[in-house]
């Protein structure tokens, strides 16, 4: 059994002028307990909205949505869909609730009624898994945008979920704090088994996941592992997508006429079929 499924799932958000408009139209899909998932599309595709699905902070309109076989739907156990997926979003100031990083990270845990001991453990292993223990007595509000980020990701490993999914995580954060929260998000998914689902706009970012899901339009348009996604870039292109900037690098070449034997999707990929054609 998947540890998130959903069935046919559909989705309305009321507007005045029009009234309900439908956001997905019957998305299915299913995510392994373990899996790093990188889902895409454009603004609008739906994304966000199956990631609120995901944690049971939104309803379905039409389908189930199942985390670990519990119905979102089913009100006695919304509580525990929390429990058992927690949602990142974009601004990490949206997320910080408390004055020192500590009492933060705390706040999940306490929310939940456990103990303080308990708490105390959850806490000091949450900072220690993102590196940030040594700051756990600082203010949230001086940390630097990737920092802060990582110690929302904590506020969700204390609450001890078996799924983070994160709401284009790096969206607001420069080179080097987009670099330290893939790095958390790789390590805890790697050593804990934690299961990741990371909606991105960076290409860059998607190629690290196991497995690549493409949003067009409120359906999903592709689904497989990166290589066999972004290697259809024709596809991706007609409906507006990008791909890795080494892949398109190379698609433009073979378009050119030079004549080259694989699609790269990373830097470094990219050199050494340079370097091998050198």
Avoid: W
Wanted: charged share 25%; proline share 5%; glycine share 8%.
């Amino acid at each position: 059994m998947a540890f998130i499924e959903a069935r046919n799932v559909r989705f309305c958000y009321d507007t005045e002028e029009a009234g309900p408009k439908e956001v997905l139209h019957g998305v299915s899909l299913q995510i392994e307990a373990g899996e790093f998932v990188a889902l895409l599309g454009h603004n609008g595709c739906g994304k966000s909205t199956l990631a609120k699905l995901f944690n049971g902070m939104f309803l379905p309109a039409q389908g189930q949505v199942l985390v670990d076989g519990i119905d979102t739907q089913n009100e006695a156990r919304q509580l525990d869909v929390r429990r058992r997926v927690g949602l990142v979003q974009q601004n990490p100031d949206n997320q910080l609730v408390a004055g020192i990083v500590e009492e933060d990270v705390a706040f999940g845990p306490e929310n939940l009624g456990v103990p303080p001991q308990e708490i105390r453990r959850r806490v000091d292993q949450a900072l220690q898994a993102v590196d940030m223990y040594a700051y756990r007595s600082h203010a949230p509000h001086k940390l630097s945008g990737g920092q802060k980020q990582r110690v929302a990701i904590a506020g969700i490993i204390a609450m001890e979920t078996s799924c983070i999914v994160l709401d284009e995580p790096t969206a607001m954060l420069d080179p080097q704090g987009r670099e330290e929260v893939m790095e958390t998000i790789r390590r805890l998914n790697r050593d804990k088994g934690i299961t990741i689902v990371l909606i991105t706009h960076y290409m860059d970012e998607a190629v690290q996941a196991d497995r690549v899901v493409v949003m067009d339009s409120g359906q999903i348009l592709t689904d497989g592992a990166p290589r066999r996604v972004f290697s259809d870039v024709e596809r991706l292109k007609r409906h507006g997508l990008d791909v890795p900037q080494a892949t398109e690098l190379v698609y433009r070449l073979k378009a050119a006429g030079v004549k080259l034997p694989e699609m790269p999707l990373s830097v470094e990929e990219c050199l050494a079929l340079f370097r091998g054609l050198l």
